[in-house]
């Protein structure tokens, strides 16, 4: 069940250049949310565009639910720059969950794909999962999380500056010598090119893989249909619209790697 709720701006913090982490007070939502799904943000009470924002919930703590993200525009301008105590319209939780199965988990994230990344991730280390977290980014700035090989946080960047020197594909090829990969299974999200980079790994070793896709959204709940994703054709003819697309609002936003025809939306 989805929510209309007034939250309240709890903490807000920079945590690596220019992504922010905001807690909000949102008693509804924060109890019924599972990692995986994401909230409509109207960004201010005067916001006049017709579009909220979409933000994945990046973690909650009691009544507490938390976003990452960067500023790349006037929803997250004015979200940036929210103060503490702000009242803030959430729609949530909207979208399906991560299915964790009995595999090992190997999360990956890109960019602020860490949001829902990051929440899986600090819900298996509570329950003692044993799982790997791979996170790339362009450089040494961008990142929030160590490095520790040990403790299997496996931080990447494209310049070298930080951790594995490389993209996420090669943060995921330092394990291969340590575990088999079709003992694990993949939970992804972040920006499309690296997204498909892990399908296509994903589909072509027949690895088990969730992808948690991205796309332009209105309402959030399955009425403008205007976030269509295509999945894989099984070699029928259908003419059945909603056997050819579906809706990452509604559908998705987490999709089996294998029914995805591809992440750029
Ligand atoms: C289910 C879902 C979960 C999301 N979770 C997060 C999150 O946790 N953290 C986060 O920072 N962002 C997340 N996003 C993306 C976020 O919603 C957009 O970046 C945001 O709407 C930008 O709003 P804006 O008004 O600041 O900028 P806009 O002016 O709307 O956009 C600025 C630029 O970003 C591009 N853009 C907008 N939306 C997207 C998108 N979905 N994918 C790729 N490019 C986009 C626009 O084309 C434009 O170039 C999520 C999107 C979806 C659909
Ligand atoms: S955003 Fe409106 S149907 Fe998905």
Known sequence: MAFQESARVISTEEIAHNTFQVFLNSPLISVAVKSGQFVNILPAPDWEMPMRRPMSVSGVDGSHLG??????????????????GAEVDLLGPLGNAWHVSEKTPILIGGGVGIAPTWFL??????????????????TANEHFIEHDVGKKLIMCTDDGAFGVSGNVIT????????????TVKLF?????????AVREVAVGENIECEIALETVMACGFGICQGCTMEYVSNGESTDSYRKKFGLVCMDGPVFNAKEIKTCYL
Not at 171 to 182: A, H, P, V
Request: charged residues 25%; aromatic residues 6%; hydrophobic residues 40%.
């Open 67 to 84: 976003v990452i993200f960067k500023a790349v525009g006037p929803g997250t301008d004015l979200m940036r720059d929210w103060k503490i």
């Open 171 to 182: 943060g995921l090829d330092t394990i291969r010598e340590e575990i088999e990969l079709s």
């Open 188 to 196: 992804v999200c972040g920006p499309a090119p690296m997204m498909e």
């Open 121 to 138: 991730h600090n819900e298996l280390k509570a329950q003692g999962v044993d799982h790997y977290l791979i996170m790339g980014s362009r």
